[in-house]
């Protein structure tokens, strides 16, 4: 069969979908992504065909809160959803629905693509609804590809159940005219799976799938980071414990607020007096301080598959990739959330398991990063519980495995 995967407009959306189209590839099936011209080279580069849709500057600016009309306003926590601990959900479910027009633009060429190529299935990002719309015009079938928690469904979950409760004239559906855009000039009538999919493709652990209606499909998260060379170094067995610092970048490798955000220099406070080999990204000249001497190594991006199976600890913000890249090896996580998508959800999960700490990001000075790391290196508990939280996620269905099930909800969804 055809299969068609749609996009957001960032690397670390480009990067989750490649072992699930590879695991397509090599079960026989055409495979093409649909992605921003800036982003057909790590397609590519994978050994897949990349077709580029949308400008170049119109739709760049969406992966960027800094630059994105609907979250420059709200650099902190702008479309982070946890039931637990936020209930701003109306703000949160309009800046979602100013994000999903944003995507706009691709639809005509998504629909020429889908209508020309005649995919058998479409898989798309959960932000990409002209992507159903196209799936729905070409007869294909389709559902989501998530790569973190399903914030839209449970939202629009949110939503629906305040209409229920809410007298005439309440608050009014900001998805309206959204899909309205959408589906208007092709006399299209709006159904729930434009928005939530025909089923829905889940990368992340059951236990931190958040209460929705929606069919889930899970799908073990296979952490790819484009090819690199192995380093010498890592050819030998570190003679200390090696901690693994992903410091500057929150989910979706955004850029976290620097107000409260882990540093180098705090993190360098902290291990100060710890044996221990630190790797730190970005490196130093993306503004990290000058250089410690001895045990510590800068890299302006961490191969996680390569170095984490010989660390004892990684310290990140919560994002999807390392969450999941060190879940998948056994690593104990010690997590500072920047909420931005479901990174306090991420960190409550991996303490929950007692497979990691989590600080909150006021607290992270020396102090309590040094007490944490700690704990973490020489609390044999968190090592044991990280490596059964990797038999947790170990059976969960590979990409592979996944095939078969896509080949049966395809036939049975198809619109010949």
């Given amino acids: 069969m055809r299969v068609l995967f749609a996009v957001f407009p960032a690397e670390a959306h480009t990067a989750s979908v490649i072992p699930l189209a590879w695991a397509l590839r090599n079960a026989g099936h055409e495979v093409r992504v649909a992605t921003h011209p800036d982003l057909t080279r790590p397609v590519t580069d994978a050994g897949l065909a990349a077709v ?28 982070a959803v946890d039931p637990e601990r936020r209930l701003d959900w109306g703000a949160t479910w309009y800046r979602t629905t100013r994000v999903l027009a944003g995507m706009r633009p691709l639809l005509e060429e998504l629909t020429g693509i889908a209508v020309r190529w005649r995919p058998d299935l479409v898989l798309w990002d959960p932000l990409c609804l002209p992507a159903a719309v196209a799936a729905r015009l070409s007869g294909a079938a389709h559902a989501r590809l998530l790569w973190g928690q399903d914030n839209v469904a449970w939202l629009r979950g949110r939503y629906r159940r305040y209409m229920e409760q809410a007298r005439p ?15 208007e000039p092709y006399g299209l009538p709006y159904e729930e799976e434009l928005l939530l999919g025909q089923w829905t493709i889940d990368p992340m652990p059951p236990g931190m799938r958040l209460p929705t209606a929606v069919r889930y499909e899970p799908m073990r998260w296979v952490p790819y980071e484009g090819g690199a060379r192995v380093p010498d170094w890592l ?20 850029p976290a607020p620097s107000d409260g955000r882990l540093s180098a220099t705090e993190l360098f406070a902290a291990a100060a007096g710890l044996d221990i080999e630190l790797i730190v990204s970005p490196g130093p000249e993306s503004g990290g301080g000058p250089v410690p001497p001895g045990r510590v190594r800068w890299l302006d991006r961490i191969p996680l598959g390569q170095v984490l199976p010989e660390c004892a600890a990684i310290v990140h913000h919560g994002g999807e990739a390392e969450f999941a890249a060190a879940a998948v090896h056994g690593v104990p996580q010690l997590i500072a959330p920047t909420p931005f ?39 044999p508990g968190f090592r044991e519980r990280a490596a059964l939280l990797r038999e947790e996620l170990a059976a969960v269905p590979v990409p592979a495995r996944l095939v078969p099930v896509l080949e049966e909800l395809t036939g049975r969804h198809q619109r010949i």
Avoid: F
């Avoid at 007692?354 to 944490?372: I, Q």
């Fill in 52 to 79: 580029p849709v949308g400008g170049a500057a119109s739709l760049a600016q969406l992966a960027d809160p800094g630059r994105n009309p609907a979250l420059r306003d709200h650099p902190e926590g702008g479309l």
């Fill in 169 to 183: 004239g309440g608050w009014p559906d900001p998805l309206e005219e959204v899909m309205q855009q959408l589906l």
């Fill in 235 to 254: 050819h030998t067995r570190p003679a200390r414990p090696r901690v693994c610092a992903v410091l500057g970048k929150a989910g979706r490798g955004r």
């Fill in 341 to 379: 998508w479901g990174e306090e959800t991420a960190a409550d999960y991996v303490v929950s398991r007692g497979a990691g700490l989590a600080l909150d990001r006021t607290e992270c000075g020396r102090g309590p990063l040094r007490d944490s790391l700690t704990a973490l290196l020489h609390d």
